[in-house]
């Protein structure tokens, strides 16, 4: 029997999954079909990108002289998955993944300016997503629109940070400057090797500088 559901497994909670007994997806997602089929089947332990019978798992722990504590590392959350780890860190070792090191550091320090995928759909006239979105492929298209300027880089440098904050005139930042409600949309490793510092840093500026700025009506 087939059912229309909310996936779980991603921040997007898309509406328009069906699935059916057995774990088939359908709604065009190929991150969903991958975890629904996980879900439905017993996962295997796996050491790297090998398989691992119980047999072995259990000399390898002893060898290795492993924690019988499980280290969890994450990098995108939903707010559920955020509230289960923080029930479960009793139990658990909470590990932040290394990428994404630089955004935390610059938000404990200097808070951050958000907004809700509703608002960046109906009122953003620019988009810059930054970064690998694998993670949560159906993102980018459902944050595109005719009216919006869309760009998109694999990862942002300095240069191009402070390209962006106004240094290229003829750069494709250009228009993103000029329009009226601007998002910026952080993926995985989304800043250049050796800079995700000074990266995370001046981009965040940007975002509290743009929204400081008073709007002005056009006719």
Not at 69 to 75: A, D, L, Y
Not at 186 to 198: D, H, K, M
Request: net charge negative; hydrophobic share 40%; charged share 25%.
């Amino acid at each position: 029997m087939q059912k229309t559901i909310v996936c779980p497994f991603c921040p997007l909670h898309c509406d328009n999954v069906i699935v059916d007994g057995q774990g088939w997806v359908s709604g065009g997602c190929g991150s969903a079909c991958e975890d629904f089929q996980a879900a439905f089947t017993a996962a295997p332990a796996r050491l790297r990108d090998q398989t691992v019978d119980a047999p072995q798992l259990s000399r390898f722990v002893s060898e290795l002289q492993l924690s019988p504590v499980p280290i969890v590392e994450f990098g995108w959350l939903s707010i559920e998955q955020a509230k289960r780890l923080h029930d479960l860190q009793q139990r658990i070792v909470v590990k932040l993944q290394s990428g994404a090191a630089a955004d935390a550091q610059t938000i404990a320090r200097d808070g951050f300016d958000s907004a809700t995928l509703a608002d960046l759909k109906k009122h953003a006239d620019g988009v810059l997503a930054i970064g690998d979105f694998e993670a949560i492929p159906q993102l980018l298209s459902t944050l595109k629109s005719d009216r919006a300027t869309f760009v998109t880089r694999d990862t942002l440098s300095a240069d191009a940070v402070a390209s962006l904050r106004g240094g290229d005139t003829d750069s494709e930042f250009v228009k993103l400057r000029e329009s009226r409600y601007l998002g910026v949309v952080v993926g995985n490793r989304p800043y250049e090797p050796g800079s995700e510092v000074a990266c995370a840093e001046s981009l965040y500026r940007f975002v509290r500088e743009r929204n400081g700025q008073p709007i002005r009506d056009t006719e």
